[in-house]
């Protein structure tokens, strides 16, 4: 092949990643490209310790086996590694798909790689990402919630690419929930994946399960099969809960990943909340940084939705109820929701157990485009954004001693800063 075929190959290759595609190329300039389908929507998923490992996939319509990861120190070819991946299939929504996971450990902190897939003699052009630094350095990271969006995910691609622009040395991403309408549904996973662009191909996300999840194409609840095979998570110790929580180390921050689909669950998976609160209270969740902070869709408090444990539309939700002694016992500093569309500060919420201040809760979203109007809530909320509240995200920044966490809309109003400090 000469130079020029390849070099117009290469930027084939780089302009597809913009729509969630990823090109075969030759593996070594010797052989031809095949034209075969490609591989789509490369991402990196957060792993339990950002700093030495990190969990890469991929998938596709095609079968993938055979594929494995090649990957080495940033221009050291000599160190170069393959490992292969682990393939599974889902069928859903009359559609096939087979994704692929390659979980790398013993990395360098603070240290630059590049690594590409190679599938028998093709293999995808080099991507490069960086290992976190040792623990306690600082951490920036970017906060979406309710990604999930009707007709087109636009909305969703336009918050996501604007906090990116505006932060771009954000170290990840979360999304708390809800990344789709529907979790099922073929056309909105393929939507919501590839409104990101290439920025999963180089930055971890750390996702959280929501309620749409578990709709299926009927709107009935249904395991959520797509969303666990979409996202290899960090262990939790449990074979049958794998996926629905976990927990990860990113600088200063603990961060605690947990679900709080108890209602459309506790039919089709249950002991989840038992498994949850046992999990919490073991050596894993063990103070251990100097801050710690929970990621979790539901909200803590009802603004209008009637809850089946309370029998009450206000108030502490059944979510609440289920966690919030728990996060005073374990000192959490802060807890991070979605589910409700809008923002809300409710600071340190005190009445369950008086003697501790207790986390603060902070609830925001949503990052797509369905936005409601919430009511009030007197008793808790210390400060709110309008109505109906327009697409939004977070950023947060922690150093050992300082949390900081703010939120903007997309369109570029800032709606609040809380800092916390030790
Ligand atoms: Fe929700």
Same mark, same amino acid.
């Given at each position: 092949?000469?130079?020029?075929?390849?070099?117009?190959?290469?930027?084939?290759?780089?302009?597809?990643?913009?729509?969630?595609?990823?090109?075969?190329?030759?593996?070594?300039?010797?052989?031809?490209?095949?034209?075969?389908?490609?591989?789509?929507?490369?991402?990196?998923?957060?792993?339990?310790?950002?700093?030495?490992?990190?969990?890469?996939?991929?998938?596709?319509?095609?079968?993938?086996?055979?594929?494995?990861?090649?990957?080495?120190?940033?221009?050291?070819?000599?160190?170069?590694?393959?490992?292969?991946?682990?393939?599974?299939?889902?069928?859903?929504?009359?559609?096939?798909?087979?994704?692929?996971?390659?979980?790398?450990?013993?990395?360098?902190?603070?240290?630059?790689?590049?690594?590409?897939?190679?599938?028998?003699?093709?293999?995808? #052009? *080099?991507? &490069? $990402?960086?290992? =976190?630094?040792?623990? %306690?350095? +600082?951490?920036?990271? !970017?906060?979406?919630?309710?990604?999930?969006?009707?007709?087109?995910?636009?909305?969703?691609?336009?918050?996501?690419?604007?906090?990116?622009?505006?932060?771009?040395?954000?170290?990840?991403?979360?999304?708390?929930?809800?990344?789709?309408?529907?979790?099922?549904?073929?056309? #909105? *996973?393929? &939507? $919501?994946?590839? =409104?990101?662009?290439? %920025?999963? +191909?180089?930055?971890? !996300?750390?996702?959280?399960?929501?309620?749409?999840?578990?709709?299926?194409?009927?709107?009935?609840?249904?395991?959520?099969?797509?969303?666990?095979?979409?996202?290899?998570?960090?262990?939790?110790?449990?074979?049958?809960?794998?996926?629905?929580?976990?927990?990860?180390?990113?600088?200063?921050?603990? $961060?605690?990943?947990?679900?709080?689909?108890?209602?459309?669950?506790?039919? !089709?998976?249950?002991?989840?909340?038992?498994?949850?609160?046992?999990?919490?209270?073991?050596?894993?969740?063990?103070?251990?940084?100097?801050?710690?902070?929970?990621?979790?869709?539901?909200?803590?408090?009802?603004?209008?939705?009637?809850?089946?444990?309370?029998?009450?539309?206000?108030?502490?939700?059944?979510?609440?109820?289920?966690?919030?002694?728990?996060?005073?016992?374990?000192?959490?500093?802060?807890?991070?929701?979605?589910?409700?569309?809008?923002?809300?500060?409710?600071?340190?919420?005190?009445?369950?157990?008086?003697?501790?201040?207790?986390?603060?809760?902070?609830?925001?979203?949503?990052?797509?485009?369905?936005?409601?109007?919430?009511?009030?809530?007197?008793?808790?909320?210390?400060?709110?954004?309008?109505?109906?509240?327009?697409?939004?995200?977070?950023?947060?920044?922690?150093?050992?001693?300082?949390?900081?966490?703010?939120?903007?809309?997309?369109?570029?109003?800032?709606?609040?800063?809380?800092?916390?400090?030790?």
């Amino acid at each position: 092949m000469d130079i020029t075929r390849r070099k117009f190959l290469q930027f084939c290759g780089q302009a597809a990643i913009l729509l969630g595609l990823e090109a075969w190329l030759p593996k070594s300039a010797s052989a031809a490209s095949d034209g075969t389908m490609p591989i789509r929507f490369l991402r990196h998923i957060i792993t339990a310790d950002a700093a030495t490992s990190r969990t890469i996939m991929w998938q596709g319509n095609v079968n993938l086996s055979g594929c494995a990861l090649e990957y080495r120190l940033s221009g050291q070819v000599r160190t170069t590694q393959s490992q292969p991946a682990m393939t599974t299939s889902l069928v859903e929504d009359n559609v096939t798909t087979f994704f692929c996971s390659v979980t790398l450990n013993g990395l360098t902190p603070d240290s630059a790689y590049e690594y590409r897939i190679v599938q028998k003699e093709r293999a995808t #052009h *080099w991507h &490069r $990402f960086k290992t =976190a630094p040792p623990a %306690l350095s +600082s951490v920036s990271a !970017l906060i979406f919630c309710d990604s999930q969006c009707g007709g087109d995910y636009g909305v969703w691609q336009q918050t996501f690419q604007t906090a990116w622009q505006r932060y771009p040395q954000s170290d990840f991403c979360a999304i708390l929930g809800d990344l789709t309408d529907n979790g099922q549904s073929n056309w #909105h *996973w393929d &939507r $919501f994946l590839a =409104a990101m662009g290439s %920025l999963p +191909s180089t930055r971890p !996300l750390a996702p959280v399960m929501g309620n749409h999840e578990c709709y299926g194409l009927d709107w009935k609840f249904c395991l959520p099969r797509r969303y666990l095979a979409s996202f290899s998570l960090p262990p939790n110790n449990s074979t049958k809960f794998q996926g629905c929580f976990y927990a990860f180390d990113y600088g200063p921050i603990h $961060f605690i990943v947990l679900n709080t689909q108890e209602l459309e669950l506790h039919e !089709l998976l249950p002991g989840l909340l038992e498994r949850q609160l046992h999990w919490l209270k073991q050596g894993t969740n063990k103070k251990h940084l100097p801050w710690q902070v929970v990621f979790m869709h539901k909200d803590v408090i009802a603004y209008d939705e009637y809850q089946l444990g309370t029998h009450q539309t206000g108030g502490i939700s059944d979510i609440g109820h289920a966690f919030m002694n728990t996060f005073d016992d374990l000192g959490i500093d802060l807890v991070l929701t979605g589910h409700m569309h809008t923002y809300r500060n409710r600071g340190h919420i005190k009445n369950l157990q008086p003697a501790t201040a207790g986390p603060v809760y902070i609830l925001s979203g949503p990052a797509g485009n369905t936005q409601y109007n919430v009511p009030d809530d007197k008793t808790y909320d210390r400060s709110a954004i309008y109505q109906p509240t327009p697409p939004n995200y977070l950023t947060l920044t922690a150093t050992d001693k300082e949390l900081t966490l703010t939120g903007y809309t997309t369109g570029g109003e800032h709606i609040e800063t809380t800092t916390l400090t030790k």
